[in-house]
């Protein structure tokens, strides 16, 4: 649906969604260094920490975000 969203988790998840943040930090500084991409990622994380996943524990994982490139 165009309207609605699922909450996933796990590493099948985080993988894909790690590696298209990189590249898109990546098509816009091209000249970026590794190191310089990971730090631009977590850089640009929101807190989660007011999340809770289903079983109702916290969800401290920072949130990747790239609205910030």
Same mark, same amino acid.
Request: net charge positive; proline share 7%.
């Given at each position: ?14 993988? $894909? ?8 930090? &990546?098509? @816009?500084?091209?000249?970026?260094? $590794?190191?310089?991409?990971? &730090?631009? @990622? /977590? ?14 524990? $916290?969800? $401290?994982?920072?949130? /990747?975000?790239? &609205?910030?490139?």
């Amino acid at each position: 649906s165009s309207t609605s969203y699922n909450t996933v988790s796990g590493t099948a998840m985080a993988s $894909p969604q790690v590696a298209g943040a990189a590249a898109w930090v &990546r098509s @816009r500084y091209h000249s970026y260094t $590794p190191a310089q991409v990971k &730090r631009a @990622r /977590l850089q640009n994380a929101e807190s989660t920490a007011s999340w809770k996943k289903t079983s109702g524990k $916290p969800h $401290p994982e920072p949130f /990747l975000n790239v &609205r910030g490139f």
